[in-house]
């Protein structure tokens, strides 16, 4: 999400005479953070800080910081940071040009969404371009900042979302990412309340020859029309991204999240049931406040039973304003929590590796991102359909095109082929 946010900025600025630049030589650098977890706030303030330490040295330059600490910090940050000259927050992208134009240092915090406006959008020119289909999110899980940071749910109209793509497509990327933090609830706060399958549906019809994958998926508000449009669809990619972030019943009814083991369980071996060479992934948070041992190692039972492709890991970071960042009195050691991620890695590794033996000896389609040469050799790589990556040697093939490989070689975190 932050990365298409950077699209867009970079739409507007170069709108009104900015080009992009090095780190080094730009004259405006603009930060967009994320505040997910500590660690990414952290590495934003020390970003700022080496900025401020050039300023201050004599450097004419203007500091800028955006995104969800912006939202989330507000003016403090001059408070700490004084040679900073522009904050604004995640609601305030489409105000930019106004606020470029303002002298001194200037603070910009919405606590709302305004309607997005039609500016120019510079995507890095990829594969892969990213296309938000709505912003926000009502869930409130105890430990996430999202809500806070991004506010409630939005869904962009079909119509916008639809010229988008085709622009994209015009553009000569190949494939598109359809992103939300739980796209199954697209189109509930619109007009006629299209849903998240009616616009994959809607999507797909889009002629040329490109790829469709979406994230992220909300366990149980994935619908039997999402699986099956998945299923029938020609260019959307048979793939899901499905956090479960505890395997422990206990656990989840502190998260918030609004199911259990045994639901979790039942969608994603109704997905792995329904659709062929399908992958399921996840994200999983170790040492959630009040976690036991036990409660652990059931996380990492239900990895192994589920069968599950890969997942995000991460351990458990107290963030402002949410529930469980409040629960100080249960919150599990630094120590114990870097130990259970550690096991908690180590476990994903195997299952991707489990995972990848599956595809020996298929024969599958891969659409090549890069090429790099080793050993007098030209190799490529790029991914499979359900987004396991592949490398082969090629002399005849290129990036962007799509290549029958037949896979030959299982590795942890990726395949070996040879074209066929
Ligand atoms: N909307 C998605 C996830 C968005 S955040 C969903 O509902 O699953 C991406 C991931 O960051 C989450 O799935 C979670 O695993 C992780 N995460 C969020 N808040 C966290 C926190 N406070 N500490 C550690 N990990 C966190
Ligand atoms: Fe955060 Fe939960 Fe919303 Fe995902 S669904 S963004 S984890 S509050």
């Not at 997910?36 to 004419?60: F, P, V």
């Amino acid at each position: 999400m932050n990365k298409s946010d950077s699209e867009r900025i970079m739409g507007i600025m170069s709108h009104f005479g900015y080009e992009p630049s090095s780190e080094d030589e730009a004259d405006f650098l603009i930060i967009n953070t994320c505040s997910i977890r500590k660690l990414s706030e952290d590495k934003a303030y020390s970003k700022i800080g080496n900025w401020g330490k050039r300023k201050k040295d004599g450097e004419d330059i203007k500091i800028g910081i955006c995104g969800c600490v912006a939202q989330q910090e507000k003016e403090n940050i001059f408070k700490k940071y004084p040679y900073v000259d522009l904050i604004f927050g995640t609601h305030n992208i489409y105000e930019l040009p106004g606020l470029l134009n303002k002298e001194g240092r200037v603070c910009a915090i919405r606590d709302k969404a305004v309607s997005e406006k039609d500016f120019e959008i510079i995507r890095n020119k990829n594969i892969n371009a990213w296309l938000p289909i709505m912003e926000g999110c009502n869930n409130f899980c105890t430990y996430c900042v999202v809500p806070y940071t991004r506010g409630r749910e939005r869904s962009r109209t079909i119509e916008n979302i639809i010229k988008e793509a085709k622009q994209i497509i015009k553009e000569g990327f190949r494939e598109i990412t359809l992103l939300g933090q739980n796209v199954d609830s697209y189109g509930k706060d619109l007009e006629g309340k299209p849903t998240f399958a009616h616009l994959l549906r809607e999507l797909d019809k889009l002629e040329g020859n490109f790829r469709i994958r979406f994230t992220t998926s909300y366990p149980t508000d994935i619908t039997d029309d999402v699986i099956e449009t998945v299923k029938k669809g020609s260019k959307i990619c048979e793939c899901f991204h499905i956090p479960m972030q505890s395997g422990n019943d206990r656990i989840l009814k502190m998260m918030n999240r609004r199911y259990d083991v045994q639901k979790y369980t039942e969608i994603v071996k109704k997905i792995q049931n329904e659709i062929e060479n399908v992958t399921v992934t996840s994200d999983f948070i170790a040492g959630f406040p009040s976690e036991t041992e036990e409660e652990f190692q059931d996380t990492i039972k239900q990895i192994k039973l589920l069968g599950l492709d890969y997942s995000n890991t991460a351990a458990y970071s107290p963030r402002p304003n949410t529930p469980a960042g409040k629960m100080v009195d249960k919150f599990v050691a630094d120590d114990i929590k870097k130990r259970r991620l550690i096991e908690l890695n180590e476990t994903i590794k195997e299952a991707s590796f489990n995972s990848n033996k599956k595809y020996v000896g298929k024969t599958l389609e891969v659409l090549v991102e890069k090429e790099k040469f080793e050993d007098n050799k030209r190799l490529l790589e790029g991914r499979l359909r359900n987004n396991k990556v592949v490398h082969f040697e090629s002399t005849k093939h290129n990036v962007g095109d799509f290549v029958l490989v037949k896979l030959n070689k299982a590795s942890i975190w990726c395949l070996f082929g040879e074209e066929v």
